[in-house]
T-cell receptor, first 116, second 110 residues
Framework: NAGVTQTPKFQVLKTGQSMTLQCAQD?????MSWYRQDPGMGLRLIHY???????DQGEVPNGYNVSRSTTEDFPLRLLSAAPSQTSVYFC???????????????FGPGTRLTVT | KNEVEQSPQNLTAQEGEFITINCSYSVGISALHWLQQHPGGGIVSLFM???GKKKHGRLIATINIQEKHSSLHITASHPRDSAVYIC????????????FGKGMKLTVNP
């Protein structure tokens, strides 16, 4: 199993450009999520999905869109990049939580994004 | 105030020492995760627990739900344990979201 993969590993954008960060998993996990990690702050949830066709907002969703057309893929779209979106982005997946019980989280290697 | 607080923020230890990393939270939770982030940036799950204690190799995680506190212990520490250790909680109420602490950077010197 490849686990959770993310592309690209690094990206530099100019303000106003758009792009899509790719995330894929081959573990048939229903739950997928996107986080951003900034210096001095913990991981913050951007968007998450509990299955194909179902997405919801996290703590910091503004400026980002997601969709989930398949179980395997969960792309994150930056609509119009801003310097405040400079960060390291992690995708994660797990089995679907049931009755408040969560499962082991599997993280991708991360994408380092710089917006100038 | 953050819902999840970790202490200390940084810790330097000598190889072989017993290390304790603390995590306190201010909300009701259904589970708590301990994660490790390597210097290269990758994040791996160490433990998930909702009560009691779990052990894996030299790592032991405990949780006290009444006191809203969890500890991660590393016995016989080694330089390869150098990493950022992150605590995350699942809040009660059925929300499928993790709330993370800021992490604790551990450096183990040979």
């Amino acid at each position: 199993n490849a686990g959770v993969t993310q592309t690209p590993k690094f990206q530099v954008l100019k303000t106003g450009q758009s792009m899509t960060l790719q995330c894929a998993q081959d573990m048939n996990h229903e739950y997928m999520s996107w986080y951003r990690q900034d210096p001095g702050m913990g991981l913050r949830l951007i968007h998450y999905s509990v299955g194909a066709g179902i997405t919801d907002q996290g703590e910091v969703p503004n400026g980002y869109n997601v969709s989930r057309s398949t179980t395997e893929d969960f792309p994150l779209r930056l609509l119009s990049a801003a310097p405040s979106q400079t960060s390291v982005y992690f995708c994660a997946s797990s089995l679907r939580w049931k009755g408040g019980h969560s499962y082991e989280q599997y993280f991708g290697p991360g994408t380092r994004l710089t917006v100038t | 105030k953050n819902e999840v607080e970790q202490s200390p923020q940084n810790l330097t230890a000598q190889e072989g020492e017993f290390i304790t990393i603390n995590c306190s939270y201010s909300v009701g939770i259904s589970a708590l995760h301990w994660l490790q982030q390597h210097p290269g940036g990758g994040i791996v799950s160490l433990f998930m627990l909702s009560s009691g204690k779990k052990k894996h190799g030299r790592l032991i995680a405990t949780i006290n739900i009444q006191e809203k506190h969890s500890s991660l212990h590393i016995t016989a520490s080694h330089p390869r344990d150098s990493a950022v250790y992150i605590c995350a909680v699942v809040t009660q109420g059925g929300s499928e979201k993790l709330v993370f602490g800021k992490g604790m950077k551990l450096t183990v010197n040979p």
